[in-house]
């Protein structure tokens, strides 16, 4: 059947499809008219023709004036300030001024602001036996007579007897501010119900592992610092060594605390040593050195240390005097090197040398061993061990032993030796300059403790030598008197890396000394 002789289908027109609107404009969704008649009122969305309303057929439709909205800012509902506009407040401080623990105040705000921060949480770690009692107690005493405040003490190893024994030994009898909780066994909720009763401005728990709770040690200390914040306490917390030597869970009670600080005894004697560990408030990584006495810790002023007659005139072997709180100690620096790889012509071979240090800041010594390469000349593609000398447990971050560090390493590098009543001290820069760092100090301990020149970048003093560096490079310009090792004046001198111009030069001086 051909399409013409298809029945007509009423419903289809022409083909055409029918007619749903889709011609018509379609109206802009969400959007108001622009175009209304100021007359009749009926709004367009475009104007009708010749201007015309359809409505009332008088020529007054206008386009619509639409009024900017200014864009809402988003309200800060969290407290977010830029630091120009933050305010700076320093947290109150109070001055201890505990006349024989004068560093005290150093060691819990820091050198700019000394003093107990109101409202800090402090731990004090330590051995058995180091003095915590004898640093807590008077800190105790002291903040009842400044601020009329109630002290509590907490103890869970001590009955009250004895607690109170050592308060009246150190000047507490009488100090009816001083409030004891003490038995074995006491809980955390125990401490908490006596805070809350008798509203203390400062509390002192001893210890933090032996206080019964759910929980860890970091645990009950992170309960114990959200209580003390929400009752406005100030909180002093001491820490015991296990018996390995290691504080219990030191590393998150570090965290959580606001001050850190580690009470050491000396392994002989009765020397204390208090190293700054963490300080919010500043200070931190200071040490200072006591002495354990009838009365308790006092501090220790003046010097002590390795004598210049203890000492063996030996390479890679220098004396530095170091800065410990009030006191300054002459320590040896000790190093060893490992011999150049070379290659079949007799040349170093380059190569990433092992770096070694004990009790030394390992950072510094990166960056000194880099200095000697690049300013003094001696290749470092060795393995360097260095150890400071001291009966002290911690890293020593005094700034005034980076120049006995780069003598050690040169003086071991080229086989000779500073005499044995000769000290060297001073602070490196990253540019490899000498810097004074407490230079009279050192100088007087090193006086005091017979010693008869230094090297340094300091004054020159009566009766005592000082040979002045400027550079790290000086080391080697500046040494006061040469002396040679023993195993190296041989005909055959085969030692790799040696200068064996410096050797000859030298050599016919170090002879006659030797």
Known sequence: MSKTDMPEDKNIKDNKPEDKGLNKP?????????????????????????????????????????????????????????????????????????????????ALGGDEIPGLIIGSHTILAGQSGAGKSSVSIPVAIRYTELTKEKVLIAS??????????????????????ILILAKRGLTVNEIKQACILHKPGLVIIDSIQEVAGEGSDPHKYEDFAKFFDEQK??????????????????????????????????????????????????????????KMTRKGLVDEIGA????????????????CPVIIGKSVKIIEIICNLSEYDVDEEGNVVKRSGKRTSFKINSERLEMICSFIEDK????????????????????????????????????QANRYTLPTDCAIFGSIDVLGR????????????????????????????????????????DIMKSWPKYHLSTDILGDEINHKGLDKKL???????????I
């Open 26 to 106: 379609e109206k802009p969704k969400n959007k108001k008219p622009d175009y209304f008649c100021i007359s009749c009122k009926k709004e367009y969305f475009s104007i009708p023709p010749n201007g015309y309303c359809a409505s009332c057929g008088k020529p007054k439709v206008r386009k619509r004036e639409v009024e900017k909205k200014e864009k809402e800012k988003p309200v800060d509902i969290i407290g977010v300030s830029s630091l120009k506009n933050a305010e700076l407040k320093n947290a109150p401080r109070i001055r201890l001024d505990i006349s024989n623990l004068s560093f005290l105040d150093l």
């Open 434 to 473: 000498v810097g004074a760092s407490h230079d009279e100090e050192r100088i007087k301990a090193l006086i005091s403790m017979g010693y008869k020149s230094c090297c340094s970048s300091g004054k020159k003093t009566q009766g005592f030598m000082v040979y002045k560096l400027k550079r790290i490079e």
């Open 304 to 319: 002590d240390g390795i004598l210049p007659d203890e000492r063996e005139s030996i390479s890679g072997c220098v004396a």
């Open 503 to 513: 050797v000859e030069s030298i050599k016919k001086e170090s002879l006659s000394d």
């Open 376 to 411: 003094c000349g001696i290749p470092m593609s060795r393995d360097v061990y260095i150890e400071a000398i001291t009966d002290d447990e911690f890293v020593i971050n005094d700034p005034g032993i980076d120049l006995a560090i780069a003598a050690t390493i040169i003086s």
């Open 156 to 177: 869970s190893e001590e009955d009250e007897a004895a607690v109170k024994n050592r308060a009246v030994r150190f000047g507490g009898k009488g100090n009816d501010r």
């Open 233 to 290: 306490i100030t909180s002093f917390c001491i820490n015991q060594f296990t018996k390995d030597g290691n504080f219990a869970g030191s590393n998150k009670l570090k965290h959580k605390s606001d001050v850190f600080l580690l009470l050491d005894k000396d392994e002989v004697g009765e020397g204390r040593t208090l190293k700054v560990d963490k300080n919010r408030g500043g200070g931190a990584g200071l040490f200072y050195r006591m």
